[in-house]
């Protein structure tokens, strides 16, 4: 079994490194460890620095957060515009990914 720490933490680190590619994919785990990362931060910086942490805070992760939601689109197989669609972006971005390859 894999072990979820390193996987936690990459996907925060990738989020943040393809900040600007709005291209590929992110996969489920990919994206709902980095929505948990921001969410921690988040709190943390709600703690310390109240609104203006927080506030703070949001202005950095706003554009990784768009390219990882994107990128998710992308690996259901949808465009990257369907994060603007309520509700049903939150049933894609549960959906499992879909098989860019035929397995042998």
Do not use: C
């Amino acid at each position: 079994m894999e072990n979820t720490g390193d996987n936690f933490f990459a996907a925060i680190k990738d989020a943040f490194k393809r900040f600007s590619d709005f291209s590929g994919v992110s996969t489920r785990s990919q994206f709902w460890y980095y929505i948990l990362g921001t969410a921690i931060a988040s709190a943390i910086a709600s703690i310390i620095g109240g609104d203006n942490g927080e506030n703070l805070l949001s202005l950095i992760t706003l554009i990784p957060t768009v390219a990882v939601s994107v990128r998710r689109m992308h690996d259901v197989g949808k465009s990257g515009w369907f994060i603007l669609v309520p509700i049903y972006n939150i049933v894609l971005w549960a959906s499992p990914s879909k098989m860019t390859v035929e397995p042998r």
